[in-house]
């Protein structure tokens, strides 16, 4: 409370081996006691809002509305599911069906996650549900949150440096500057916030995310994973825009880098 947070979001999705076999992630799914309890002494210990990330079920067998109704009942006040079973891992694809069941059946916001692809998708799969969660998607692509909405909202345009004309059948599509500009601020940050020598390791996995769309730089690629300061991250950036000069206004997402 005294760092002034939102909020705490219990994790009870995570599928990996460790995590589960040690009791926690998507393993409380089997142990619904335990779950319960974690969310009872949570609400008892603090007035911050506690909320719950989890999955369909562990592995088909579990029933969704008794766990999040018991998930309710001892104070959790928002959950977001995961449409995939924890043995699915991030195999198949995801379901939103029994999620839609579920907020008929619980008092609490329900939030939907898995395999969205960007704002746009998101309100179509919304329904009655009360929010989206994006994950891989927002990898290397953060324009992925921009929808109708934020498009036609001008305070939000004299804010950001997104350009109208790359909207388009509700698909923002950054134009190759946008994205190396935006790889530049998000080094810059993660450094601000984290320190260079954490920050500017963290980065290279991001930074080579943005340049997935893009042919011909396998290159930078390779370098960009392996660079070990800001400073070498900025220098291939800087690179890359000058060989690539007259692509800047190109959008590699729609195919016109060639
Ligand atoms: C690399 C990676 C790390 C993740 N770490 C977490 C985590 O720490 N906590 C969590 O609740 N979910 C975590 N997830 C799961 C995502 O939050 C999300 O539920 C899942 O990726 C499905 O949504 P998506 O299709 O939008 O990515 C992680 C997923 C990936 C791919």
Redesign the pocket.
């Known amino acids: 409370e005294k760092y002034n947070i939102a909020g705490i ?1 219990v ?1 009870m ?2 599928p990996a081996k460790k995590v589960v076999r040690s009791g926690h992630g998507s393993s409380l799914l089997i142990n619904e006691e335990t779950a319960f309890e974690i969310i009872r002494q949570l609400s008892e210990a603090t007035k911050l809002p506690i909320s719950v ?1 989890t999955r369909l079920s562990f592995d088909g067998n579990q029933n969704l509305i008794n766990f999040v109704k018991g998930l309710e009942e001892a104070g959790a006040s928002l959950v977001t599911i ?1 449409g995939r079973t924890a043995k699915q891992a ?1 195999t198949g694809k ?1 379901d939103f069906t029994n999620i839609y069941e579920l907020k008929e059946k619980i008092g609490i916001p329900v939030i939907c ?4 692809l960007n704002y746009t998708d998101g309100m179509q799969k919304v329904k009655n549900l009360d929010g989206i ?5 927002s990898f290397g692509n953060p324009w992925c949150f921009i929808g109708e909405e934020q498009i036609n909202d001008e305070e939000f345009l004299k804010l950001s440096p997104i350009k109208k004309q790359n909207f388009i059948n509700g698909v923002y599509h950054p134009s190759l500057l946008e994205i190396l500009d935006a790889m530049k601020f998000h080094a810059e940050k993660l450094v601000e916030t984290k320190g260079e020598k954490k920050g500017s390791l963290e980065i290279r996995k991001h930074l080579v995310q943005y340049l997935k769309n893009f042919p011909g730089v396998k290159d930078y690629r390779k370098r960009l994973v392996t660079t070990d300061s800001l400073e070498n991250s900025l220098a291939i950036i800087n690179e890359i825009k000058k060989n690539f000069e007259e692509f800047l206004e190109k959008r590699p997402s729609l195919g016109e880098i060639e």
């Open positions: 979001d994790n999705g995570c990330k995961h991030y995801a996650n898995g395999d969205i969660m994006m994950g891989r998607a």
